[in-house]
């Protein structure tokens, strides 16, 4: 990789506590720091989020217990569909503009709301899925409410704008054993996500990379925080003030790293565009709206124009 690489030693960090405390010193902390990280980064790793580590320990035991299952049981929820609510898979060879790559990882995605999907086995994964994806959402929507208060809207006009009852969330859980070569492959190459706000937790061993002013630069949240990311929706959705970051996932020949990701957008039905009073504000809207679902099955497809990714199409130029 010939970018080049940095640590990132002062990783934009939010205590979500202050936003709960009930201080409206604290509050307006909170709301100010958030609304940077937002803007500036893309990112956050936010600490005193509320979640058990007890439930957090419970997903990667059952991420674990799901990737050491005999291969023949896994076969069934290989993937015949990009949208398949169910999937899994094993790394392998990637072919794009000339350029092969491998991607050394095994993973597990799942739709698990607003219709909740599963896979039978181990009989562990169900109760630890429902709940956290229960408070992860509930989280999502506390942190979405707090964003949209520093876009200076109005008191619940991204909830009913984005149908967030019905909010759309993908789990995911990602294997990436030692790599005899970790130059030579890649775990997820660089990419933005698709929805609002992506939470990321990891076992201990560091391996995400984010894009900041053109740079790389090497991410480790603590043990037990959570790593947010803006994503794609929320940077249409406000008009291009909040960054949908391009983040990758790098190898290591040492140790095996999981990492259990929830990615938290709009309802499936939502059509999503920049928020009319930031359009009215800014005189112009930045971006073109389409429907979640419709954008969802696009990115799933890659579907590029021009070599330009999807966020990038949805782009409304400067008429000159």
């Not at 979640?51 to 997903?59: G, H, L, S």
């Not at 956290?132 to 876009?151: F, G, P, Q």
């Not at 928020?275 to 579907?303: C, N």
Request: net charge negative; aromatic share 8%; proline share 7%.
């Amino acid at each position: 990789m010939n970018e080049l690489l940095q640590t990132l030693i002062q990783s934009p960090s939010l205590i979500f506590s202050l936003l709960t405390s009930g201080h409206p010193d604290q509050r307006s902390k909170f709301i100010q720091e958030l609304g940077k990280a937002c803007q500036e980064w893309g990112f956050f790793i936010l600490v005193n989020h509320g979640i058990p580590e007890n439930d957090m320990k419970a997903m990667f035991e059952a991420a674990t217990e799901f990737f050491n299952m005999p291969a023949e049981e896994k076969q069934q929820y290989e993937p015949k569909n990009v949208s398949d609510p169910i999937k899994c898979g094993n790394f392998n060879v990637k072919d794009t503009s000339n350029h092969t790559f491998t991607l050394w990882r095994d993973y597990l995605k799942l739709y698990v709301h607003p219709e909740f999907h599963c896979p039978l086995k181990p009989d562990i994964l169900r109760e630890a899925l429902l709940i956290y994806s229960e408070r992860t959402r509930k989280l999502a929507r506390a942190l979405l409410e707090a964003i949209s208060e520093t876009l200076e809207l109005e008191k619940g006009y991204m909830e009913e704008t984005l149908n967030l009852e019905s909010l759309f969330q993908l789990f995911a859980a990602n294997l990436y054993p030692p790599c005899p070569e970790p130059d030579r492959a890649i775990g997820i190459p660089p990419h933005t996500d698709h929805g609002l706000l992506t939470f990321l937790i990891h076992n201990g061993v560091a391996g995400l990379q984010i894009q900041h002013n053109g740079n790389w630069f090497n991410v480790n949240s603590p043990q037990n925080s959570i790593l947010v990311n803006t994503a794609d929706q929320l940077e249409i959705f406000s008009n291009g003030r909040c960054k949908s970051v391009k983040h990758r996932a790098v190898l290591n020949n040492e140790k095996t790293r999981i990492s259990i990701v929830v990615a938290n957008g709009p309802s499936p039905d939502a059509i999503v565009g920049p928020a009319q009073p930031l359009v009215a504000r800014d005189g112009r809207a930045s971006y073109l709206p389409m429907k979640y679902t419709e954008y969802i099955e696009k990115q799933l497809t890659k579907s590029q124009v021009n070599g330009k990714p999807l966020l990038e199409q949805m782009m409304i130029q400067d008429e000159k």
